[in-house]
């Protein structure tokens, strides 16, 4: 057990510009999620994958928001036309099943200036 | 929706103490879990308890403990023989199921415990 990989660890970036970070689950789990946490909040969901399916999408994603899971296994996340509003850490987690937790990475902790 | 509570911002605890973060809850579902986090400030979340709705038996593991009260909607977490290394942000969330079977966390604001020697 590897544990969840994300990369990059930190971003910053120009607002307007694009950036694309990634997520790499535990191997064997098939149910991948990306949450946003802003500073003194608890993370919020942002999009769940099943396999390469992506089953649900928080209407906190909008349309600069796209994720993939184009194989079942890594994932994602690009924003587009990034905004100062989208600084925040971006957090990959994975589980196997309906009752097992989630095990989350180290995060991407993006600032755009 | 789901709601969770945590009203304690910060809590100090003296080391090999015992201490307790208050978590209550908000849901209209008849099945639900409660998970607890812990977030270092290394920025990875830490998978610690889980307590099912309907799980008779208050969850523990090791130095971790859940005090589970349905009725009082309440899911506090009593960490034992407090260590330096348990200082860091503490997060309560409950889960809703998602399409497929999937996990939605929602989680409260945390609680950032201070272990002091």
């Known amino acids: 057990d590897t544990g969840v990989s994300q990369d990059p660890r930190h971003k910053i970036t120009k607002r307007g510009q694009n950036v694309t970070f990634r997520c790499d689950p535990i191997?064997?789990?098939?149910?991948l999620y990306w949450y946003r946490q802003t500073l003194g909040q608890g993370p919020e969901f942002l999009t769940y994958?099943?396999?390469?399916?992506?089953?649900?999408k928080s209407r906190l994603l909008s349309d600069r928001f796209s994720a993939e899971r184009p194989k079942g296994s890594f994932s994602t996340l690009e924003i587009q036309r990034t905004e100062q509003g989208d600084s925040a850490m971006y957090l990959c987690?994975?589980?196997?099943?309906?009752?097992?937790?989630?095990?989350f990475g180290n995060g991407t902790r993006l600032t755009v200036t | 929706a789901q709601k969770i509570t945590q009203t304690q911002p910060g809590m100090f605890v003296q080391e090999k103490e015992a201490v307790t973060l208050d978590c209550t809850y908000d849901?209209?579902?008849?099945?639900?879990?409660l998970f607890w986090y812990k977030q270092p400030s290394s920025g990875e979340m830490i998978f610690l308890i889980y307590?099912?709705?309907?799980?008779?038996q208050n969850a523990t593991e090791g130095r971790y403990s859940l005090n589970f009260q349905k009725a009082r909607k309440s899911a506090n977490l009593v960490i034992s023989a407090s260590q330096l290394g348990d200082s860091a942000m503490y997060f309560c969330?409950?889960?809703?199921?998602?399409?497929?079977?999937?996990?939605?966390?929602?989680f409260g604001t945390g609680t950032q415990l201070k272990v002091e020697l």
């Open positions: 849901t209209s579902d008849q099945s639900y879990g």
């Open positions: 191997s064997e789990h098939n149910r």
């Open positions: 307590q099912g709705s309907y799980d008779e």
């Open positions: 987690a994975s589980s196997l099943t309906t009752d097992s937790p989630l095990h």
């Open positions: 994958f099943q396999n390469e399916a992506q089953l649900e």
């Open positions: 969330a409950m889960r809703s199921i998602l399409t497929g079977g999937g996990n939605k966390l929602t």
